[in-house]
């Protein structure tokens, strides 16, 4: 079972950059492949990155292709999400997640273990 914090949320203007944190704990972090989802009110959770059990390897969806950059630190047992030139858009609850299979997934069912969110607002 692994547990997952995120971190790192808060309030910013548009333009402005954010990383998020992702903490893992309780099972060995480098078994997993790591993604970045968002989740707007009224609206679907939608994925955003993806990030392999080594990191070598990294996949966006194309909303943030070349504004965000996810990686991880397998000694920390963390994975980050960078997000820069934020837009009001932007704003929703970012969920990390974790995935057994070393595939890139990008649907949300098919991860295993959640974080319970963190909040970024983008003001215009």
């Known amino acids: 079972q692994v547990q997952l914090v995120e971190s790192g949320g808060g309030l910013v203007q548009a333009g402005d950059s954010l990383r998020l944190s992702c903490a893992a704990s309780?099972?060995?972090?480098?078994?997993?492949?790591m993604g970045w989802f968002r989740q707007a009110p009224g609206k679907e959770r939608e994925f955003i990155a993806h990030?392999?059990?080594?990191?070598?390897?990294?996949y966006y969806a194309d909303s943030v292709k070349g504004r965000v950059t996810i990686s991880r630190d397998n000694v920390k047992n963390t994975v980050y999400l960078q997000m820069n030139s934020l837009k009001p858009e932007d704003t929703a609850v970012y969920y990390c997640?974790?995935?057994?299979?070393?595939?890139?997934?990008?649907?949300?069912?098919?991860?295993?273990?959640w974080g319970q969110g963190s909040q970024v607002t983008v003001s215009s």
């Open positions: 997640a974790a995935d057994r299979t070393p595939v890139l997934i990008t649907s949300a069912q098919d991860y295993d273990y």
């Open positions: 309780g099972g060995t972090f480098s078994s997993y492949a």
């Open positions: 990030i392999g059990r080594t990191g070598s390897s990294t």
